[in-house]
Structure formats: structure tokens, C-alpha cells
């Protein structure tokens, strides 16, 4: 039962490949009317995550539609805060809301190392995107790294300056370092129970990467990154921490294969630095707001920066949900047609 | 009339300094109880902006209660769109709102430089400020700067993404360059006008630079900066682009005195790049939750590694209004102690 298409995963291990993967962060999303409709006859986003058939479904339809190299399961990254006890909304156009925040060691005292199996319908959801997948493309499972976790149940959302998340690091560091331990145990067996039940690679998303002092981002963010790198060899990872560009030469030594770099990072210094590594990225997603011209040319030098390094294509964020699903195609076919001459 | 505390000036001219020269970003606002007191009574925000005698007072708070080296004008960026035509609101604890938002070309129409007159009430407040002030410490004037202003004008707030901002750089650059180009040249003669009222020095503010790529923040934002500098020779310019690590090095060549730097910047590598400016910084905001003991201890290590180079010591960011006074004494206090040994 081999891929048809493999190129990811050849790619994430340096192998050469006759063209450069592609597939975009969020696209199993709003930029897709085929998601919207799914999407519109629910009670809400967490009914969809919660629910294999209709995950596996919008999972797979950018891979129809698309025509990517991947599809990444859909889910959230906040599933392993409600494992561990602290239940979260999605509100529509705001993001998602914790009624109940941690403030105090009591708090921690109140949560769990999650037991995998609380988290079942991801696992699920795997299963059946990979039997519906046919060995197609790769599907790639993920997490949130701990920090960014962390700060979203200490804040209760996003923030502007998560001041509450950064301040405890200063004000109570061993219990932050419990809670981040927590987290990350959880973490490692949810992302072991995704790869049991079929996922073929694993991105680890640290949102919050930057905005940490480069001191606070390794003691209280890498370390734990480092500890998941570490615990998983059975597929390759992918790191992808935003705005940790004062961080590069230490992600170097991760035991991962690839790290995600955002659109502010130049292709041509990262790679450099980053040179044990595959480079994911890293085009701006605002370019998908250009004309078809435009948007060939810009993924054009995309590629060329990253020219003889290994390379997977993607955005330097996730899609953004207004982009005109023709030029996401655009964005694709350049790729395809660029990296294949 | 010289003043009787200069040390801000000759920090920022390279000169040498019996101690650190230290105030703190949003060091007139809502940490002190004595700002709270004069704000409640009032409709809102911009009562207090536009009020020359509350602004003269507010701004002299925390020279009085924190001993702060130096007052820097209460103000807001955004009243230079004001200014331009497009009115803004304050809600509060959200922040700006636009009614009115720029998205074409003829949005940008109804638009006009301002003159310089129109934002009367702030130099009122500044000669009324210098008047009260009696030479015992300079006189901090800004401006946001232009890409920062762009982006508000076009976002109608903040945004996580900025992607409406972003988007025009690509699908109309020309029409952005002409309103960067309107904002810079009413950023310029407003400067003029802070300076002739009696601004000792200049801040530009760009709150939203580190969501370019380099090439945009070049081309869209440090272009407009370089003018702004090009054009002021009164007085010392500090230029604050939070999140331009990636521009260090044309940071350098700006017609500039002082570099401000955020939380994330290494100020031993920093240091080495910036090499022809004083730079002003960076303790992490978030350290001031911290105990007093934890305080002295974080400031004297930043104060240690900007040692032997021109060094105006402040905040990363805008100190947070949850801040205890106590604590922003502490800081200052800190610098006082620790950098005249």
C-alpha cells in the first residue's frame, strides 16, 4: 500500500524529487465554497471537528479541488486543552473563547494528563480520510506546540500582547513549567495515537513563537518542542514556530526534518542557517491577492530562493479565508510548472 | 534656558553620560492612578488628546510621580489621518475604530495633506507642557509612522493579519505609494510644528512594521521613514519599528539618532549591527509583574549588555496598564542605580 504521490514525504527526508511539493496551511477551509456548504448545515465548528465523516470529507476536498500534495486532518489545535479539562468555544469571526482560564496552581491542580483515547475522533477521522484517500497523497497529522497551547489557556483566547501567558513565565515559572510539561505529555500521545491510526507526518504549530524574549522562547517553548522532536521517530516532523527568527541556528538541532518559515524570513539567510533541514514555505499569503501574473511571478522566485535546498511550497501563514480559491489553483499549478523544469 | 537634566539628548547624540537616561513608553497613561483620576472625568480618549491643558498634565505626571529623564507629549498617531480627513474613534479597552476605511482610489481622493494648523491643539499642549516643565527634563514629540498609519486607514483597527493593508501593496501598489505619500508629507509638517512648539526630540512609531516581508518593508515603509528623517535636522529622531529585525542593517543607514528595539532583540547582536546608533530599550514589559528582587536583577543584565555602547534605557514595548507603579519605580530606580557605578 504504497503513496501514488509521495513527494512530501521524500522531500521532508532530503531525498530529490522530479518537482517540489505543495499544499497550504488551512487549506481544508473557508477559502472552498465545497467547505462552506459542509460547514453551514452544522451547529458549529467544534460539531465538524467532532465528527470523522464530515472531517475526512473537508479533509479530502482540497485535494480534489486542489490538487495538493498533502491534506492535513481537519481539526484544532485547542482539542488538547479540552482533553486536559478546559473547555473552549469557537466563536464565529472572533476565534476561540475559554470560559474557564488558568490563573493560579489551583487551576493546574484542576487539569489532567490526557489519556489518548479522550481523543478518539481524530483518530477517527484519520482512519477514514486514509481509507478514503486511497494512498493518494500523505496526510499530515499536527498539535500545537506547548507554548502556543499554553498561552491560549492561561489568556482564554488571542491577544494582543499576551501579557497574562508571558507574565506567569516571570512570575511563576515552575508552575508554568508544570503546566507546559502537561501539555507536552499529552501532546506525545495524541500525536503517537494520530501516526497509529494513519497519519504520515507530523506538523507541530508554534503560533505564538514570537513573542517571547529568545531567553523565555528556549526555556519555556523549544524545550518542550525539543522533548515531542525526540519522543516521535516513527514519521517525519515539521516545526513551524512564527516569528521565531531569533531562534534558527538552535531549531537547526531539533530532531525534526522540517521547519516552516513564515514570510518574513529570507529564503536565501534561512537556508543558510537552517542547513540540515527542509525548508517549508514561505510565500506571502497577501500575494494571492495579486493578478494570475503577479501570483506566477512571486511563486516563480519563491522558488528559485530555495533553488538546490530541499523544499516543500507552501504559504508563509495559513491561506487567508478571503483568497479566491483560483488563485490558491494558480499558486499550485506555478509550482508544479516552475519547480518541474 | 538649558535644561537641568539633558541626559536623553546627550545619550541620544552618542556623547557620554554620567548614568542612563531612562523613561518608559506609555509611562503617561493608565498605570498611574493620577492619569485614571483626570481621565474618568471625562467623555473619552480624545477629550484628553484634544484638551491642551489635561494633555500638559498627563504628560507631566509620571516626570513628578516616577522621576522619569524625560515627558514625552500625550497624543495619539492616529490624529494625522484625522487630520487628513478620516476620523477615528476610541473604544474602549478595543482600541481605534475607523468608521470610514480606505479601499480605492477614490477613498484616497477625498484625502488631503493636512496642514499642519489643523493639529493646533498639540502644540498648544506642548508649549504648555514646556511652560510647566521649567526645563527640568526634554520633551519627547512623535508621529506614527506612515506604513503604520496606511495600515489603520486601510484596516478601519488592528487586525491579526493585516491582510487588507498587505493586500493593496500588491493589487495597488501605486495608489499605496500615493497615500503613504500624503501620510509622510503631513507626518513631516506636523513634526515641524511639534518642534517649533518645542519638542527636544522625535520619536517615529512603527507598531506594525514586523508584519512585512523585507522587500515590502523596504519599498512601503523604511522609504517613508528615510524621508521623515531626510527631513527633520532640528532636533535628535528615535525611530521604534517593532518587530524590523530583518531591516537592521538599513536601519543603519537611516539619518537617525536612535534605534529602538523590542523584547525580542538580542542587544549583544544587535549592538554589532547598529553600530552608528544609540539604541533605546529592551526590557521585556512583562518582566515588571515580576518581584522587586527579580526587577533589579532583569534591568541590571540589560543595562550590562548595552555597557559601553550609547544606550537610552527603556521598555521593549508600551509598559502594560496592569503595571504596578511600584514596579515601573523599581525599573527606574534600577537604571538609575546600577548604570551611574
Same mark, same amino acid.
Given at each position: 500500500?504504497?503513496l501514488? /504521490?509521495?513527494?512530501?514525504l521524500?522531500a521532508?527526508?532530503?531525498e530529490s524529487t522530479?518537482?517540489?511539493?505543495?499544499?497550504?496551511?488551512?487549506q481544508a477551509?473557508?477559502?472552498?465554497p465545497e467547505?462552506?456548504?459542509v460547514r453551514?448545515?452544522?451547529?458549529?465548528f467544534?460539531?465538524l471537528?467532532?465528527?470523522?465523516?464530515?472531517?475526512?470529507?473537508?479533509?479530502i476536498?482540497?485535494?480534489?479541488?486542489?490538487?495538493?500534495?498533502a491534506a +492535513? +486532518?481537519?481539526?484544532d489545535i485547542?482539542?488538547?486543552?479540552?482533553?486536559?479539562g478546559?473547555? @473552549?468555544e469557537?466563536?464565529? &469571526?472572533?476565534?476561540?473563547?475559554?470560559? &474557564?482560564?488558568?490563573?493560579?496552581?489551583?487551576? !493546574?491542580?484542576?487539569?489532567?494528563?490526557?489519556?489518548?483515547?479522550?481523543?478518539s475522533?481524530?483518530y477517527?477521522?484519520?482512519?477514514l480520510?486514509?481509507?478514503?484517500?486511497? /494512498?493518494? #497523497?500523505p496526510? =499530515?497529522?499536527?498539535?500545537?506546540a506547548?507554548?502556543?497551547? *499554553?498561552? @491560549?489557556?492561561?489568556e482564554?483566547?488571542?491577544?494582543?500582547t *499576551?501579557?497574562k501567558?508571558?507574565?506567569?513565565?516571570?512570575?511563576?515559572p515552575s508552575?508554568?513549567?508544570?503546566?507546559?510539561?502537561? !501539555?507536552? $505529555?499529552?501532546?506525545?500521545?495524541?500525536?503517537k495515537?494520530? =501516526?497509529?491510526?494513519g497519519a504520515?507526518?507530523?506538523?507541530i *504549530?508554534?503560533?505564538?513563537?514570537?513573542?517571547?524574549?529568545?531567553?523565555?522562547?528556549?526555556?519555556?517553548?523549544?524545550k518542550?518542542?525539543? %522533548?515531542?522532536?525526540d519522543?516521535?521517530?516513527? #514519521?517525519?516532523i515539521?516545526?513551524?514556530?512564527?516569528?521565531?527568527?531569533f531562534?534558527?541556528k %538552535?531549531? $537547526?538541532?531539533?530532531n525534526?526534518?522540517? +521547519?516552516?518559515?513564515?514570510? /518574513?524570513?529570507?529564503?536565501?539567510?534561512?537556508?543558510?542557517?537552517?542547513n540540515?533541514?527542509t525548508?517549508q514555505?514561505?510565500?506571502?499569503?497577501?500575494?494571492l491577492?495579486?493578478? *494570475?501574473?503577479?501570483?506566477?511571478?512571486?511563486?516563480k522566485?519563491?522558488?528559485?530562493?530555495?533553488?538546490?535546498?530541499?523544499?516543500?511550497a $507552501?504559504?508563509?501563514?495559513?491561506?487567508y479565508?478571503?483568497?479566491?480559491?483560483?488563485?490558491?489553483?494558480?499558486?499550485i499549478?506555478s509550482?508544479? %510548472?516552475?519547480?518541474?523544469?
Amino acid at each position: 500500500m504504497s503513496l501514488k /504521490n509521495d513527494l512530501l514525504l521524500r522531500a521532508a527526508r532530503g531525498e530529490s524529487t522530479d518537482r517540489t511539493p505543495v499544499w497550504l496551511m488551512r487549506q481544508a477551509g473557508r477559502i472552498l465554497p465545497e467547505y462552506r456548504a459542509v460547514r453551514e448545515k452544522l451547529s458549529g465548528f467544534k460539531e465538524l471537528v467532532e465528527t470523522p465523516e464530515l472531517a475526512a470529507e473537508v479533509t479530502i476536498q482540497p485535494v480534489d479541488i486542489l490538487e495538493v500534495d498533502a491534506a +492535513i +486532518i481537519f481539526s484544532d489545535i485547542l482539542v488538547i486543552p479540552e482533553a486536559m479539562g478546559l473547555t @473552549y468555544e469557537m466563536i464565529e &469571526k472572533k476565534g476561540p473563547h475559554f470560559p &474557564k482560564t488558568i490563573k493560579s496552581s489551583s487551576d !493546574i491542580d484542576t487539569l489532567k494528563v490526557a489519556d489518548p483515547s479522550e481523543l478518539s475522533y481524530v483518530y477517527d477521522a484519520i482512519k477514514l480520510t486514509k481509507s478514503e484517500l486511497n /494512498n493518494r #497523497v500523505p496526510l =499530515i497529522g499536527f498539535a500545537g506546540a506547548p507554548w502556543t497551547i *499554553f498561552s @491560549y489557556m492561561v489568556e482564554g483566547g488571542g491577544s494582543k500582547t *499576551f501579557s497574562k501567558a508571558r507574565g506567569m513565565l516571570y512570575t511563576n515559572p515552575s508552575d508554568a513549567h508544570r503546566l507546559l510539561d502537561m !501539555i507536552t $505529555n499529552t501532546t506525545i500521545g495524541y500525536l503517537k495515537s494520530q =501516526i497509529a491510526a494513519g497519519a504520515d507526518l507530523i506538523q507541530i *504549530f508554534d503560533s505564538w513563537a514570537g513573542v517571547l524574549p529568545p531567553n523565555h522562547y528556549w526555556e519555556f517553548s523549544l524545550k518542550y518542542i525539543s %522533548e515531542i522532536c525526540d519522543a516521535i521517530d516513527e #514519521v517525519p516532523i515539521t516545526v513551524f514556530a512564527k516569528g521565531a527568527w531569533f531562534a534558527l541556528k %538552535e531549531m $537547526n538541532d531539533l530532531n525534526c526534518n522540517t +521547519i516552516g518559515l513564515d514570510w /518574513n524570513m529570507d529564503p536565501l539567510k534561512t537556508r543558510e542557517v537552517l542547513n540540515s533541514k527542509t525548508l517549508q514555505g514561505n510565500l506571502d499569503p497577501c500575494a494571492l491577492y495579486s493578478s *494570475f501574473d503577479e501570483i506566477e511571478k512571486e511563486t516563480k522566485k519563491m522558488l528559485d530562493q530555495f533553488e538546490g535546498h530541499p523544499h516543500i511550497a $507552501n504559504l508563509g501563514h495559513g491561506v487567508y479565508p478571503d483568497t479566491d480559491p483560483e488563485k490558491v489553483k494558480c499558486f499550485i499549478n506555478s509550482v508544479r %510548472e516552475f519547480s518541474s523544469r
